[in-house]
């Protein structure tokens, strides 16, 4: 099974020069926890509602692009398989992807996208397991 298979397609994103308050109301209307930061149909970045606090509120921040994790965001291709994806998210211990193609998101693809899959429960729940483990240590 590949990543197109399982990914949400009508993705909401925000960009960098959006105000930490409208992404929060935007994630809380839409009943999310994270949002890719796009720029030109491109993922410059991830933003979570932790992110948000930590770093937003605590910091006083006032732009996403302060906030956001723009270093090294992790992505995957709708070809992936799922074995792949789940194992990615285990290795840097996250829970959501942004799905590219062409340099452009075409979707999201979220741990719970994998669990709902009864084949996928296993390695899902596998994937949870290694995201949850403090430091990044993996089994």
Same mark, same amino acid.
């Given at each position: 099974?590949?990543?197109?298979d399982?990914m949400?397609?009508?993705?909401?994103?925000?960009?960098?020069?959006?105000?930490i308050e409208?992404?929060a109301?935007k #994630?809380?209307?839409?009943n &999310?926890g994270? !949002?890719? +930061?796009v @720029? $030109? =149909?491109q993922? /410059?970045g991830?933003?979570?509602?932790r992110d948000l606090?930590?770093?937003?509120?605590a910091?006083?921040?006032s732009?996403?692009?302060?906030?956001?994790?723009?270093?090294?965001?992790?992505t995957?291709?709708?070809?992936?398989s799922?074995d792949e994806v789940?194992?990615? #998210?285990?290795?840097?211990? &996250?829970?959501? !992807?942004p +799905?590219? @193609? $062409? =340099?452009?998101? /075409?979707g999201?693809v979220?741990?719970?996208?994998?669990a709902v899959r009864?084949?996928?429960?296993?390695m899902?729940?596998?994937?949870?397991?290694n995201?949850?483990?403090?430091?990044g240590q993996?089994?």
């Amino acid at each position: 099974m590949q990543v197109r298979d399982v990914m949400s397609t009508n993705v909401e994103s925000c960009s960098s020069n959006d105000s930490i308050e409208a992404v929060a109301q935007k #994630m809380k209307d839409l009943n &999310v926890g994270a !949002l890719p +930061v796009v @720029e $030109n =149909g491109q993922v /410059v970045g991830m933003i979570t509602d932790r992110d948000l606090a930590v770093r937003g509120i605590a910091e006083n921040r006032s732009n996403v692009g302060d906030v956001a994790t723009t270093q090294s965001v992790v992505t995957c291709s709708p070809e992936m398989s799922v074995d792949e994806v789940a194992a990615i #998210m285990a290795q840097h211990q &996250v829970r959501r !992807l942004p +799905v590219v @193609e $062409n =340099g452009q998101i /075409v979707g999201i693809v979220a741990l719970g996208d994998l669990a709902v899959r009864e084949q996928s429960n296993e390695m899902a729940g596998g994937a949870l397991t290694n995201i949850s483990k403090p430091d990044g240590q993996m089994q």
